[in-house]
DNA sequence: TATGAATGAGTCTTCATTCAT
DNA sequence: AATGAATGAAGACTCATTCAT
């Protein structure tokens, strides 16, 4: 069960649904080029051929609205990070099975992701508590991973929490260039990526890794 | 000569000069914490002790501001790159040196590396076209040094832009976690995460390059 | 004949009749609570449990409620008044049951005259109007009821009006404080007040008025 | 020590002061005529001449302006009623000197009496609380008379609470119709009620309290 | 009868900036 | 150098009301 947003709002209408996702999406599109809070209001009415009225009646808030721009990314973060659990395999194949999956969510959805990792200091209160938290969970998922893979040998002797913060700088950062439609996959990508940081941190003498 | 920013304004006063460099220092920690946009200038009057009319004097208005900073880091950052090429050395080494200056950079000026990074889509304009440019040069000279160790068979056969991304991924991000007052210096940081990446693209078969 | 307001609507349905009813009563409660203008439609189809365009089916505006509410005070002020002048009886005897009536009415409508006494500047032009007619139409029966008390030697030679403006202050700033629940009834509280405004413009020399 | 504000304010300087004075008697003229919730800080901006910017930089918010009209009322009103305190006399002169100083109050002060007394539901939080509390303070003092003239003899054994209700009543009700400029001043009104309530609450058999 | 999506003028407030002092 | 009063466009958001369903 992914979600998670509150839930104890008004049931609504498929109707209000879908309208509330393509704003959401749209949205996204224009917080990712202009900024969040260069954005107006009156740019996101427009955006969405919407008046100001109708607008809040699908978000709320702008906050809320950024909130559901989180969501949508951590989201589809956490499933695919839960897939890859799922699968199981060795530290170097769920390795880069999460290079995999967040790559992939970041090229289907750049402008979302974009928000994620560049507005989240404008979520104020509990909400950001919220966001940091589910962000702090992935990260962990990446550091177990790398733990298992000292502890099975498979990895030199790294410290797991400062090479997830390599691995996760090296594939993040990836929402500033990485775009579906150049020569790279987002599978490519993650390809050569995994390359290089299995095999840099990989034990020494330990060659044939590169066949994932 | 590093110095990015126009040269045709009038010369001012050293003390002047002073409580300009103070006052762009104060208000990076502001602008990292609270963001660009969500600053205003009264916020930034109050931690520089300063009324409305006096801190116009120094900045001449909010995006000028904006790219003092920017300038600030872009300054350090080339000036560490230039450095870097002068010392020379090998491709390993010069890559080795190319994240020790840019993860000293981060730490010694983390408020204004945080705006650089975070708030450069505020600057309009030729301002935005400008730093782009700088920015691009550094991404640059990483992919010089990474061409030059594939020329020279020092690294794997890897695309050089993709590469130089996966570098600058895993340095820049930083920002987010790396601080002066943690276990490890910029240095050691560095030193691990050069480990990582030089092995990673070393050419297979070459062992011993811990040794940087 | 009650009604003040206009009969040229068409006929409803009793059962529209009703509900209409109610919703004027819920929504007093909720004008009186919160104020008028700071009552939102929203509200009131929260408290009246009714979607936006069923609340407008029965109410036509937020000011014909306003109306409504006003007109229901106006009708059984009025309507008490005219029982008194029927009823007959000594200057003292109407000026006693006048504030009997009165007070039976702010006990019996707390809501209903609180917003009538607190919100008539919401009313617009000739509405206005003609609720400052009622309302003054009511100052009359007092002030006529004094003036017999003049003219029959009943109460001392006081000036009709002002008298009566310190009675209708007497009795109607009762709205702030007077609540059905407390240890004094309506009638208690009447009976205290007559006394002492009796007494007060009594004729000197004429003790046993408290015998009313 | 009249002032009832909060007093941690920056100090501002004697012009702003007088400005301050001048918006708050020019809006509390403006919240008389039109409410305060019907009134738009447009039309506060127009009437004092300023624009939207310049006012907020004197009023910090509309509540804040209601605050302050609110302040000036209770000031005086509390003044005054120290001033009876001071001078002492019999529970019949207090009385009579309370009522005069608070009619005079009311025509010194109509719009802003006005506003005190109809918008005072609009203040929120401990605002609300605040002169809630001051206000129930005056009431006391009036109580607190009646019942040293129960005490004393000077009055019949009447319910202090209830008959001070009576007397705010009346007294205060004439913010509605009391002006300056009729034919009776504050001083001959409240001649008038002291008349009425002191002999309508004193010792049966007790003639010639009409010479106050 | 009833729903709730839509309107767009309106709400209060803050913005970066200027300028007389 | 420095103050802080003034500007007025723009900020996010709410309003009472309408209308297709």
């Not at 979302?112 to 509990?126: C, D, K, N, R, S």
């Amino acid at each position: 069960m992914p979600r998670g947003g509150a839930e104890d709002e008004p049931r609504r209408s498929p109707k209000w649904q879908a309208r509330h996702q393509a704003i959401i999406d749209t949205s996204a599109r224009v917080f990712a080029r202009r900024g969040y809070h260069a954005t107006g209001i009156t740019e996101l009415c427009a955006a969405n051929d919407l008046g100001k009225g109708a607008l809040y009646h699908y978000i709320g808030s702008k906050e809320e609205l950024l909130v559901a721009i989180h969501d949508r990314v951590m989201d589809e973060v956490m499933l695919s990070a839960d897939r890859v659990a799922q699968a199981g395999g060795s530290p170097s194949e769920q390795l880069s099975n999460l290079g995999d999956g967040l790559l992939d969510v970041i090229t289907r959805y750049p402008d979302h992701v974009w928000v994620f990792l560049h507005e989240f200091p404008a979520l104020t209160g509990e909400r950001a508590e919220q966001f940091r938290g589910r962000r702090r969970d992935y990260e962990r998922r990446v550091e177990s991973v790398l733990q298992a893979g000292v502890d099975s040998g498979d990895f030199a002797d790294v410290d797991p929490r400062l090479t997830a913060l390599a691995w996760l700088g090296m594939h993040n950062y990836a929402y500033l260039w990485l775009k579906g439609d150049g020569p790279l996959s987002a599978r490519d990508v993650a390809g050569r990526f995994a390359d290089i940081f299995i095999l840099g941190i990989g034990r020494p003498g330990t060659e044939g890794r590169r066949a994932r």
